[in-house]
Structure formats: C-alpha cells, structure tokens
C-alpha cells in the first residue's frame, strides 16, 4: 500500500519549493571548474551544500483551464488541451514562460522530441521513453544569463533556460485525472522513482535515489516537475558517461559526480574511479559491484547482441560523437566515446 500523499491546493501554496535559481556561488564554482582553477570535486562539493537535491513530497497544484489559459502566451493558446493521437512519438517538457512569468508548470507536447508543438496541458504520460539534453548548452545555463552577470564568463557566454532537455516517448492520452490518481499512489511505492534535471548543477536527467544520470525508461508519468518512472527498464549510467562530455570545453563535464563524497573530501567509490572502469569502456566487475553497494541499483551491461538498449544506445552515442564531440576525441580511438561504441558493437 503505497504512503498517503499530500495534495497542493493552491499556485502559491505549491510552487515556491519547486523554484530552480542559480545561485552565485554555485556559478562562481562552475566558471572556476571550466577554466581550470578549481576540481570537479571542488566544485561538486559547492553544488551539493548550496543546492541539496529533495524528492517532491506533494502532489503538484491542479490548475484550472483559465489558469493554464492566462499563463501562456497569445500565440500558444489555439493549442491548448489539444488532443494529441496515442502512439504518437512526442517530446514532453514544461513550457519555460508559464512558469518563469506566472508560476504555473504547462506540459508541452511536440511532435517527435523537439518538433512543432501540438498541444499544451496539466499533465504527460508516455512509453518507451529517452530522456534527452545538450551538456554544452546547460553549462551555458549554469553559469547563468548575461544580463544577472553572476560571472565573468556568463556575461560573455551565459544562456537563459531553454527547451534543450526533453522527455522523448509514445504519448498514451491518458486523462488528467486518472494520471493525478495513479501518480498519488505511486509516489510511495518503492518499485518506482522521481526524476530531475537542474540545469543549475548539471546537464542531464538524473534519478532522485541515487542521483545517477538516467537515460531511458519503459514508462513516465509527469505533473509539472514531479516525474515518475519505474525503476524495471531504468537505463542509468554513472556521471563519467562520455554523453556528458562538453564541445567548448575540452575534457569536461557538467556534472554532479554520482553519489561520491566529494563534499566531505573522501575517497570516490571504485565505480567514480580508473580501478573501477573496464579499459574497454564501460565499468569493470569491481566497479560494477561498488555500484550496487553504494547505490542499490544495477547496471546492466551492455548490449552488443541486437535489441532496443542497443539500437537506443547507438543512435544517442552516435549522434553525440558527430554533432558534440570535438574532432580530436571523435578521432580517438582511445577515446572513452569510441571504446563505448565498440562495446556496444555500434
């Protein structure tokens, strides 16, 4: 029996704990990482104290027609509560203006990931889904917009939030009420998990149990910023994927670093470190194993055989390597994006 949730009753009662703002001197820790000056470690260790990630605990505020109306722009409105055909391969987001301009979180549906807009409304369900980001443009993000001039390297590089990450699956027409339902439910129950993406701390998609960095899912239920998966199918990955690897800055990630304890300065577990990694890329038994023991998850390995992991794999990776990947890494053969691609038989 899955634990009694609370439900959010009201706009402002609900939405200042789900909020995502830079802080200063997370951004000041960023621009010290990428140019050198200071560790990822050192960095990660500001992230963890100034932003702690929290599971949501509350059932997100049930907006009314004329709530969801009035928060989108003119030019949106035709569009909303559309209806949308089920199987169709949409990308779910939220729609950035309505909650940066009148605090009300709308999904956004469009047409196969980041296509044309199709329909906007309170809630997303979908199947076989990707979850999808630009490391690079999230960096940008992360150091905040040139107009807060947070940090040097923001005023000359800096990017506002921007619909760069998308959920990517089969939508499903599931009605709102019955997603709010099963959403209540499934929020106690531990056969299921939330996932979050900040692109104030990191670039990619991550699960809220272990903060490993999530990738595909058999299924997702969403309302607003709470995000619900079930862990069966969860493709997750540590933070030294190289997927998370940036074009403009050679070598780094912006990442969170797993569940290593960089905040308190001890040793990273095998599976952050070489001894832990299969020089074929991938991780190695040790590490395959200090990841169960740290985190209770499991990793499956990979999939040179045939079959979706794989197809889902190498069309990501590939993708990856030509349009983010500088040309001496994807000229690498010892590159970790290239011995992933031969792992996985690509």
Avoid at 60 to 81: C, G, H, V, W
């Amino acid at each position: 029996m899955a634990n009694p949730i609370k439900i959010g009753k009201s706009i402002k009662g609900g939405l200042e704990r789900y909020k995502q703002m830079q802080d200063p001197k997370v951004a000041k820790a960023l621009e010290d990482y990428l140019s050198g000056k200071i560790s990822s470690a050192e960095r990660i260790g500001v992230v963890r104290d100034r932003l702690p990630i929290r599971p949501i605990t509350e059932m997100p505020p049930a907006y009314t027609n004329e709530q969801i109306m009035n928060a989108l722009r003119s030019d949106k409105r035709p569009k909303a509560f559309a209806p949308v055909e089920p199987g169709t391969v949409v990308g779910n987001r939220l729609d950035i203006p309505a909650y940066t301009e009148h605090g009300v979180y709308v999904d956004t549906t469009h047409l196969g990931g980041k296509g044309s807009p199709l329909s906007y409304g309170r809630t997303g369900h979908l199947k076989d889904v990707t979850f999808e980001s630009d490391p690079n443009f999230f960096a940008r993000v992360g150091l905040g917009t040139p107009e807060q001039g947070l940090t040097q390297m923001s005023k000359e590089m800096g990017k506002a939030k921007g619909p760069s990450a998308v959920i990517k699956g089969k939508h499903q027409g599931t009605e709102d009420e019955e997603i709010r339902r099963a959403m209540a439910e499934i929020m106690g129950d531990p056969n299921w998990t939330q996932v979050g993406m900040n692109p104030y701390r990191h670039s990619q998609f991550y699960d809220k149990s272990d903060m490993a960095p999530v990738w595909s899912a058999e299924e997702k239920l969403q309302i607003g910023p709470l995000i619900m998966v079930p862990k069966r199918g969860l493709e997750k990955t540590d933070w030294e994927d190289p997927r998370l690897l940036m074009r403009n800055f050679e070598g780094k990630k912006y990442n969170e670093g797993g569940l290593a304890q960089y905040a308190k300065g001890g040793k990273t577990a095998a599976w952050q470190r070489k001894e832990g990694k299969n020089p074929e890329g991938g991780l190695n038994a040790k590490g395959r194993a200090s990841y169960h023991a740290e985190t209770g998850g499991t990793l499956k390995r990979p999939q040179p055989e045939g079959g979706a992991r794989r197809d889902s794999f190498c069309s990501r990776m590939s993708g990856m390597k030509k349009k983010l990947t500088s040309a001496k890494t994807a000229n690498d053969p010892d590159s970790r994006i290239n011995k992933a691609l031969r792992k996985w038989n690509c």
